[in-house]
């Protein structure tokens, strides 16, 4: 099954602030974010079984799957200090 990936625009808006002054970094998470249309369940749930995350580089990835539509919504990114 393959699922279609989604970017909040809560999370792409960061993504273009993070490309200005890392842009090989904010590829590597892109890369690693359409990989999950593949496999999304990869990493432990953040706090409930709704929410996933995984962890890019210095990057943080939020996402939540909707196994009724299909989809994998990207909901934050962040970078860790």
Do not use: K
């Not at 993504?15 to 890369?31: E, K, L, Y």
């Not at 953040?46 to 990057?59: A, E, K, N, P």
């Not at 990835?61 to 934050?76: D, K, M, N, P």
């Amino acid at each position: 099954m393959s699922y279609e990936v989604i970017w909040e625009s809560e999370a792409l808006a960061p993504a273009g602030r993070f490309a200005t002054d890392d842009p090989d970094g904010v590829r590597q998470v892109f890369t690693a974010v359409a990989r999950l249309a593949g496999n999304p369940r990869v990493e432990d749930p953040f706090g409930s079984t709704d929410v996933l995350r995984i962890h890019v580089g210095s990057y943080r990835v939020l996402y939540e799957v909707s196994g009724s539509q299909v989809r994998v919504s990207v909901i934050h990114l962040g970078r860790l200090r």
